[in-house]
């Protein structure tokens, strides 16, 4: 595999947000044209990640001085490199970024039609696939950092793209300052590396990690530091506690978008961290903190999924949700079950995002599911894809979710009985929520308002055609690459990247399949008694209901705690007081009196020649005064 | 010969349009922004020229002769790799600002070209001499025609504010003068910055330490760092746009420029001795600074106080003892140049349209001023230190450097780096109040940009992409110098492993002995 191959698959989509960016303009009248050169750049990419994928099958790797392209920051000391690193585990990313990433901007060209902002959106949207594949590609943790800013950017305009609105403007902001707080401990992360390491290059790292281990930051064992530190990044990119406030926000961009940058790909940019970094996370053994945080995450999202009426946030939460399972599988060592579940979970969460923006686009851009019902009558298509996507996050039976939750849940077994039984219970209500959201939304009876319903219609083909392609390995891929658990065509496909995962084979592996089997029909069919002909109530309600549906008033206690002291204490104390009152003051005083004393001794200086005769006289008599009768 | 023909050209400028009087105004801008663009195409034979195997002084550029022989000062000027770029940053923002201040100026054009040009004399002598005599000359020279630039055509509090300026900065050079004549004693009566680098390591440390503050504060004044920034804002806010662009893009230079060349080489016992309390200083000036703009009203204030945020990494990094801090923290002066110059560019445009700078009279540009918001984009988020953009390279070379280094505690570093949070709180949210939402009636009737205030421009962003993809040009050629910076303060103690410092970087003649090891060949 050569270092060209990278190049091209990186420089498609950077010309296609060149050619829409800057002559975007000029493509106005044509607005089909600006999406298919959208489109086809991140197809090109595709193609260049088959043939990389084919290469990494065949046994080849491009990594070490072989794959780097030039020297990028350097100095005496101190070396970091624009440079490729290609194996089983960025084939996988690669493959899944560009292929529903393809998919996704095909969709984008129907979904946007007529939108002011064509070109400009998909010029953002070729830039992220950009950022997004450096991000996956580079060999060295600054690279990472490049495209995981990068990410963070597109996400942040896109988001705000529809700009005249408040709303999306400011959750933009919060989505790029949240996660720059996390991008906070991945720069800390990463110099604790260097301090460790003398380079940030994955070759360096990896292949001297136990000499790293001996090293001590503040005292504290390096790579421990390190690994939380760099965790701390994944926490703020991959949406998990304490800092996922800004994805529910994120749904404020267009649909397509949520499918691809907050549910498909760039929110699993931290779970591809932790996996790339797993040697690290294995010898300084801070995988349980990844573990809980994704445990509690995963079950603190779906409590608040529960009760959202809006599908895209109830989207949204299950996204943060199920990054939670991910983390829990790379932090108890299960590496390749982490990444099998983000490879499942972009085929069904990219599809029922785009199925929901199919909904929306039936629906003139209406979210509150309360007033939908009945919409499989009218949308068959959209219909059935979207429960194809439900019944695979449920972990339905043989279709995709079901393998790769189910693999998680069952490495966590052996490894923290606590952790499995949250597993398990959050795996209830997603069956729960999501099937909620499928009956009020498709079945029932209709309540539609009647201007609407009169012309409730499918998608027009270039929006299903994607729902279909995509509705397919979400229903089969599981079984195709998953079946035989740590035996699978996955596992032995990722063998070569990952250390071998601790908690193998404990306990009877149908057993658990069927545990978890049941327990995702069970969510199933507990939606179904409630939900089948009956909706949520308009009415707000108490006790626990009313704190969890205000999503547990975390953004207030932010805001209280955070945004509105911060921004009081700039005002008043540091500007108004020790700026203009302290230092100012200080200033001017001294200036004050300097001009006092000038002003004074201005006055001896009239100018009168008597005055001057005077003063000299009374001086030559003192002064023979103090030598005559003192001295 | 070449660089004093950089340095003075723009001076021949001034003569002519002096001399030239009552010509037509289009004249005047021609023979400005001509003489302007000729000194710059002229200094990238620097650049071409420049030989990155020698450390210290180019011998091809450097020029020696006696000046006043009675004071022992002599015209000596040179460039190294780390005044190369100040230089080179100066002779590129002269004519962009000559062309951004095109139409801005209606009363006494003559006289602000040729204070700008006087400007331009003024820095370039600064990064260029050698002589600690001719530095404080060029030093002092600066201070005229910036004191034109905003007395005669500043706002309307701009006497308030050049008084300000220009009291700080005397403050300042008082000191400094003290410490030069101290300095001239000790130097067997003469200015020769070269010589002194060895014979200041034997003055007593008691006065060593006097002596580094003495320089230091001066040049803390016009970092700014905290506490000596109330100065900036005020003359930012009452400058003309391109005042502004040169105070931010160069003047604030002159302090982190004179910390290496001066503070740091001549001084190194008590700079490793003082560094807690400056990083102090500089961290409280990251983070205050920040917090500070986040709540400004007026554009312009904002940017200001974000230089004082910039400005303090800078200073974090040239402490930092280690070869990533320095030469990022060099490196982000010229970052800091390009970028906030581009925000005050950008400011001054809008100014121009809508005669406000006030955040709230904003709203909504991005849709009637497409082109005009993807620069403030662009400049923003180099601002911010985004990578692939200019400032993110010196931002993390500096927290590396300092979080690698051992000059000072790591958590100086961790604080130092929540001003890149703070950095896209104020950025962004400033950002959004202008660009986005719903443009009024005044603000959807504002043009976009023009051709010129394009040219102005893009050659802005082409750098600030340059440096953010590819800055190997910039660094490779600033390596060797700084590496010498590093090993004198290191090694402060030890001089003779400043000698093998020497050897190490000199490459055919052998050592003279009056010579000092930052000085490799001579003419």
């Known amino acids: 595999m050569s270092r060209e191959l990278i190049v091209i698959l990186l420089i498609s989509p950077l010309l296609g947000f060149l050619i829409n960016g800057l002559f975007g303009k000029f493509l106005k009248g044509n607005e089909k044209l600006s999406g298919w050169i959208g489109a086809l750049a991140v197809f090109v990419s595709f193609i260049c990640s088959i043939v990389a994928f084919a290469h990494v099958h065949g046994g080849e790797k491009l990594e070490g001085e072989a794959g780097i392209?030039?020297?990028?920051?350097?100095?005496?000391?101190?070396?970091?490199?624009?440079?490729?690193?290609?194996?089983?585990?960025?084939?996988?990313?690669?493959?899944?970024?560009?292929?529903?990433?393809?998919?996704?901007?095909?969709?984008?060209?129907?979904?946007?039609?007529?939108?002011?902002?064509?070109?400009?959106?998909?010029?953002?949207?070729?830039?992220f696939v950009f950022a997004m594949l450096i991000l996956v590609v580079g060999n060295n943790y600054v690279m990472m950092f490049v495209g995981w800013e990068g990410v963070g950017l597109c996400s942040y305009l896109l988001i705000g793209f529809w700009y005249d609105k408040q709303s999306a403007t400011d959750?933009?902001?919060?989505?790029?300052?949240?996660?720059?707080?996390?991008?906070?401990?991945?720069?800390?992360?990463?110099?604790?590396?260097?301090?460790?390491?003398?380079?940030l290059d994955f070759s360096a790292i990896f292949g001297n990690a136990e000499a790293g281990n001996s090293q001590q930051i503040f005292g504290v064992n390096a790579l421990v530091v390190a690994t939380l530190l760099l965790f701390v990044g994944a926490?703020?990119?991959?949406?998990?506690?304490?800092?996922?406030?800004?994805?529910?926000?994120?749904?404020?961009?267009?649909?397509?978008?949520?499918?691809?940058?907050?549910?498909?790909?760039?929110?699993?940019?931290?779970?591809?961290?932790?996996?790339?970094?797993?040697?690290?996370?294995?010898?300084?053994?801070?995988?349980?903190?990844?573990?809980?945080?994704?445990?509690?995450?995963?079950?603190?999202?779906?409590?608040?999924?529960?009760?959202?009426?809006?599908?895209?946030?109830?989207?949204?939460?299950?996204?943060?949700?199920?990054?939670?399972?991910?983390?829990?599988?790379?932090?108890?060592?299960?590496?390749?079950?982490?990444?099998?579940?983000?490879?499942?979970?972009?085929?069904?969460?990219?599809?029922?995002?785009?199925?929901?923006?199919?909904?929306?686009?039936?629906?003139?851009?209406?979210?509150?599911?309360?007033?939908?019902?009945?919409?499989?009558?009218?949308?068959?298509?959209?219909?059935?894809?979207?429960?194809?996507?439900?019944?695979?996050?449920?972990?339905?039976?043989?279709?995709?979710?079901?393998?790769?939750?189910?693999?998680?849940?069952?490495?966590?077994?052996?490894y923290n009985k606590a952790i499995y039984i949250i597993g398990l219970m959050t795996a209830f209500l997603t069956a729960f929520y999501m099937f909620r959201l499928i009956f009020v939304t498709f079945y029932g009876k209709s309540r539609v308002e009647s201007n609407i319903a009169s012309h409730l219609h499918e998608s027009p083909a270039i929006m299903w055609v994607p729902l279909v392609i995509l509705a397919i390995p979400s229903a089969v891929i599981g079984i195709l690459l998953g079946w035989g658990g740590h035996g699978s065509v996955f596992h032995h496909f990722t063998a070569t990247v990952f250390p071998k995962a601790h908690a193998e084979s404990a306990g009877n592996v149908v057993l658990f399949m069927i545990i978890s089997a049941i327990v995702g029909i069970a969510g199933i069919a507990f939606a179904w008694a409630r939900y089948r002909s009956r909706h949520p109530s308009a009415q707000p309600g108490a006790g626990l209901h009313k704190l969890i549906a205000n999503k547990y008033y975390v953004d207030e206690l932010y805001n209280s705690l955070f945004v509105q002291p911060i921004k009081n204490?700039?005002?008043?104390?540091?500007?108004?007081?020790?700026?203009?009152?302290?230092?100012?003051?200080?200033?001017?005083?001294?200036?004050?009196?300097?001009?006092?004393?000038?002003?004074?001794?201005r006055r001896l200086q009239t100018g009168v020649v008597q005055t001057y005769i005077v003063s000299m006289v009374v001086g030559i008599v003192l002064f023979l005064a103090y030598y005559l009768f003192v001295k | 010969m070449l660089l004093s023909i950089i340095i003075f050209l723009p001076l021949l400028g001034v003569i002519a349009i002096a001399l030239l009087r009552g010509m037509a105004p289009s004249t005047i801008k021609g023979i400005a922004l001509g003489i302007a663009l000729v000194t710059?195409?002229?200094?990238?034979?620097?650049?071409?020229?420049?030989?990155?195997?020698?450390?210290?002084?180019q011998p091809d550029f450097e020029e020696n002769r006696p000046w006043i022989q009675n004071l022992g000062t002599n015209y000596h000027i040179g460039i190294d790799g780390i005044s190369l770029w100040l230089v080179l940053l100066t002779t590129f923002l002269t004519p962009v600002c000559i062309l951004a201040g095109w139409n801005s100026v209606e009363k006494g054009l003559g006289g602000f070209m040729m204070s700008l040009l006087a400007l331009e004399t003024g820095m370039l002598g600064v990064f260029c001499a050698l002589d600690l005599f001719l530095f404080f000359v060029f030093w002092e020279s600066m201070l005229i025609p910036m004191y034109?630039?905003?007395?005669?055509?500043?706002?309307?509090?701009?006497?308030?504010?050049?008084?300000?300026?220009?009291?700080?900065?005397?403050?300042?050079?008082?000191?400094?003068?003290?410490?030069?004549?101290?300095l001239y004693f000790q130097n067997d009566n003469s200015f020769a910055l070269l010589t002194l680098y060895e014979r200041a390591q034997s003055i007593p440390f008691q006065h060593a330490e006097l002596l580094f503050f003495a320089f230091f504060i001066a040049f803390a004044i016009k970092v700014p760092l905290f506490p000596f920034h109330t100065w900036l804002p005020?003359?930012?806010?009452?400058?003309?746009?391109?005042?502004?662009?040169?105070?931010?893009?160069?003047?604030?230079?002159?302090?982190?420029?004179?910390?290496?060349?001066?503070?740091?080489?001549?001084?190194?016992?008590?700079?490793?001795?003082?560094?807690?309390?400056?990083?102090?200083?500089?961290?409280?000036?990251?983070?205050?600074?920040?917090?500070?703009?986040?709540?400004?009203?007026?554009?312009?204030?904002?940017?200001?106080?974000?230089?004082?945020?910039?400005?303090?990494?800078?200073?974090?990094?040239?402490?930092?003892?280690?070869?990533?801090?320095?030469?990022?923290?060099?490196?982000?002066?010229?970052?800091?140049?390009?970028?906030?110059?581009?925000?005050?560019?950008?400011?001054?445009?809008?100014?121009?349209?809508?005669?406000?700078?006030?955040?709230?009279?904003?709203?909504?540009?991005?849709?009637?001023?497409p082109i005009f918001a993807t620069l403030f984009m662009i400049a923003t988020l180099s601002s911010i230190g985004l990578p692939g953009l200019n400032g993110f390279v010196g931002e993390f070379m500096i927290l590396l450097g300092s979080f690698v280094g051992d000059a000072f505690s790591k958590i100086y570093v961790v604080l130092a780096a929540t001003g890149v949070i703070l950095a896209a709180v104020y950025m962004l949210w400033m950002f959004q109040r202008v660009m986005f939402g719903k443009p009024d009636k005044i603000n959807s009737a504002l043009p976009d940009l023009t051709p010129r205030e394009l040219a102005v421009l893009l050659?802005?962003?082409?750098?600030?992409?340059?440096?953010?993809?590819?800055?190997?040009?910039?660094?490779?050629?600033?390596?060797?110098?700084?590496?010498?910076?590093?090993?004198?303060?290191?090694q402060s103690a030890s001089p003779a492993i400043g000698h093998a410092a020497t050897q190490a970087g000199n490459t055919a003649k052998p050592e003279t002995p009056n010579k000092s090891f930052l000085h490799t060949e001579g003419k």
Request: glycine share 12%.
């Open chain 2, 148 to 182: 034109f630039l905003i007395g005669i055509w500043g706002g309307e509090r701009r006497i308030y504010a050049t008084v300000k300026f220009v009291l700080y900065t005397m403050t300042g050079s008082a000191l400094m003068l003290v410490g030069i004549l101290y």
């Open chain 1, 235 to 414: 926490i703020g990119k991959s949406a998990q506690i304490p800092l996922y406030v800004w994805l529910p926000d994120a749904m404020e961009g267009p649909t397509p978008v949520s499918a691809l940058i907050h549910a498909a790909t760039m929110v699993t940019a931290g779970v591809y961290m932790v996996a790339r970094s797993a040697v690290l996370y294995e010898l300084a053994h801070t995988g349980q903190v990844v573990a809980w945080i994704g445990i509690l995450t995963a079950f603190f999202a779906a409590t608040i999924a529960l009760t959202q009426n809006d599908i895209k946030r109830i989207l949204a939460y299950s996204t943060v949700s199920q990054l939670g399972y991910m983390f829990v599988g790379v932090g108890v060592g299960a590496y390749a079950s982490g990444i099998f579940h983000l490879m499942t979970h972009a085929f069904f969460k990219g599809l029922m995002f785009l199925a929901a923006g199919s909904v929306m686009h039936a629906m003139v851009n209406e979210l509150d599911m309360r007033k939908m019902g009945g919409l499989r009558a009218k949308m068959p298509i959209t219909h059935w894809t979207f429960l194809i996507g439900a019944l695979a996050i449920a972990g339905f039976p043989f279709l995709s979710g079901f393998w790769s939750k189910d693999e998680i849940l069952h490495s966590v077994w052996g």
């Open chain 1, 69 to 127: 392209l030039y020297s990028w920051i350097q100095g005496e000391s101190f070396s970091f490199n624009i440079g490729f690193h290609v194996d089983a585990l960025t084939t996988i990313m690669l493959l899944v970024i560009t292929g529903i990433g393809f998919i996704i901007h095909v969709y984008s060209i129907g979904y946007m039609h007529g939108d002011a902002g064509y070109a400009r959106y998909f010029a953002y949207l070729n830039l």
């Open chain 2, 40 to 57: 710059f195409l002229i200094s990238l034979g620097l650049c071409t020229g420049f030989d990155k195997d020698i450390a210290g002084i």
């Open chain 1, 171 to 199: 959750a933009g902001k919060k989505a790029f300052i949240v996660n720059r707080i996390g991008d906070f401990g991945f720069l800390l992360g990463m110099f604790t590396l260097f301090a460790a390491f003398g380079s």
């Open chain 2, 459 to 490: 050659p802005m962003m082409l750098f600030i992409v340059w440096i953010g993809v590819y800055p190997k040009p910039f660094l490779s050629r600033m390596e060797k110098s700084v590496d010498i910076v590093v090993k004198q303060v290191q």
């Open chain 2, 234 to 369: 005020d003359a930012h806010v009452e400058a003309p746009t391109v005042g502004s662009v040169i105070l931010a893009g160069v003047l604030l230079k002159m302090g982190t420029y004179g910390i290496v060349r001066f503070c740091l080489p001549l001084f190194p016992g008590a700079a490793s001795t003082h560094t807690p309390l400056i990083v102090t200083l500089a961290v409280i000036g990251i983070i205050y600074g920040a917090l500070v703009a986040m709540v400004q009203p007026d554009l312009k204030k904002l940017v200001a106080y974000s230089s004082v945020s910039h400005l303090g990494f800078v200073v974090l990094g040239l402490f930092s003892q280690h070869h990533a801090g320095i030469q990022g923290g060099v490196l982000q002066m010229i970052n800091h140049g390009l970028s906030t110059g581009a925000l005050f560019l950008l400011v001054g445009m809008i100014y121009e349209r809508r005669h406000s700078r006030r955040i709230v009279d904003f709203g909504g540009l991005a849709k009637k001023m």
């Open chain 1, 569 to 601: 204490v700039s005002h008043y104390l540091l500007w108004r007081v020790v700026d203009t009152g302290i230092i100012d003051g200080i200033v001017n005083a001294v200036a004050g009196i300097i001009r006092l004393i000038g002003g004074t001794l």
